[in-house]
């Protein structure tokens, strides 16, 4: 079964600008979550969807949205890109909600905002 | 919500037993342990989880204190390729993936 993929793998965007950034996730998978890696601060919770519905949400400001579509592949926007945006941004998807489901994360996305 | 405080980093010689420790105080009744653990600039991956029972698998065993507040992820026999910087994340929530990860800590296998 394949694995999770994100695309792109790499980006490169300009202060102010936006970016959108794409997941797959393993099939049969319907939660979909995302993270930001930074040296600083670590691996931080973006959001979560499941069955097309955000779940939870962590504290990020409103610039990071995302969406899932009915196939269960999510997209995540981040809109007005600041020097401090550049990081490694993870997606990981598990079968469910239930609490023992485990999580499996893709290879991410490394943006770097100039 | 629970919080996990790991020692930065910690070294193992291949071949030898692996103890990472994990600090969660403040974990409530209905939170699960996690282990993931992350190779240079790939996605984390899952080890292992428990509860309050002590839980093995083919990577690794998980061993949690009766108390609770902490834990310990045993690599039986490291190796080299068990580089890696390893979190040790508390579940919030029941229906929620609200995982709180950590600083982690860098097990540096050496030959």
């Known amino acids: 079964k394949a694995g999770v993929t994100q695309t792109p793998r790499y980006l490169i965007k300009t202060r102010g600008q936006q970016v959108t950034l794409s997941c797959s996730p393993i099939?049969?998978?319907?939660?979909v979550s995302w993270y930001q890696q930074t040296p600083g601060q670590g691996l931080q919770f973006l959001f979560e969807y499941f069955s097309e519905t955000q779940r939870n949400k962590g504290n990020f400001p409103g610039r990071f949205s995302g969406r899932q579509f009915s196939n269960s592949r999510s997209e995540m926007n981040v809109s007005t890109l600041e020097l401090g945006d550049s990081a490694l941004y993870l997606c990981a998807s598990r079968p469910g909600q239930g609490i023992s489901y485990e999580q499996y994360f893709g290879p991410g996305t490394r943006l770097t905002v100039t | 919500d629970a919080k996990t405080t790991q020692p930065p980093s910690m070294d193992c010689a291949e071949g030898r037993a692996a103890n990472l420790p994990c600090n969660h105080s403040t974990i409530s009744g209905n939170e699960y342990v996690y282990w993931y653990r992350q190779i240079h600039s790939q996605g984390p991956q899952y080890i292992i989880h428990?509860?309050?029972n002590n839980e093995t698998n083919e990577m690794a065993s998980l061993i949690i204190t009766e108390d609770r507040k902490s834990s310990t992820l045993i690599l039986p026999h490291a190796t080299l390729r068990d580089t890696a910087v390893y979190y040790c994340?508390?579940?919030?929530?029941?229906?929620?993936?609200?995982?709180?990860f950590g600083s982690g800590t860098k097990l540096n296998v050496k030959p």
């Open positions: 994340i508390v579940r919030v929530g029941y229906n929620f993936n609200k995982f709180y």
């Open positions: 428990g509860l309050k």
């Open positions: 099939s049969g998978h319907r939660s």
